[in-house]
């Protein structure tokens, strides 16, 4: 079991920054990759970035590349998700996820930990 916290989030104007952190309680953080996902009202959860276990592989989708930056700290079971540059359209509730192997850490199906989301709301 791994239980997920997020916090950071808030009220920021246009193009101004944010670092989201997710802390991890439980056993063996650092087996799991962790993903970053948002969800917008009216709108589908999609998927915002991934770092694997190691932190040796990262993905991001290409709506925040080179805007968001994701890390993790496995010695104190956090992961971070720094987003600068922010537009009004990344206004969304933000979650972060846990999930073992997977071949595709795009895919919110593969993750089996999620947190209760911190809200990000980017005003222009």
């Known amino acids: 079991q791994l239980q997920l916290v997020e916090s950071g989030g808030g009220l920021v104007q246009a193009g101004g920054s944010l670092r989201l952190s997710c802390a991890a309680s439980g056993r063996a953080f650092d087996t799991y990759a962790m993903g970053w996902f948002r969800q917008a009202p009216g709108k589908e959860r999609e998927f915002v970035a991934a770092?694997?276990?190691?932190?040796?592989?990262?993905w991001y989708a290409d709506s925040v590349k080179g805007r968001f930056t994701t890390s993790r700290d496995n010695a104190k079971n956090r992961a971070y998700l720094q987003m600068n540059s922010l537009k009004p359209e990344d206004t969304a509730v933000y979650y972060c996820?846990?999930?073992?192997?997977?071949?595709?850490?795009?895919?919110?199906?593969?993750?089996?930990?999620w947190g209760q989301g911190t809200q990000v709301t980017v005003s222009s």
């Open positions: 770092i694997s276990w190691s932190g040796g592989s990262i």
């Open positions: 996820a846990a999930s073992g192997y997977s071949d595709n850490y795009l895919s919110a199906d593969e993750y089996a930990y």
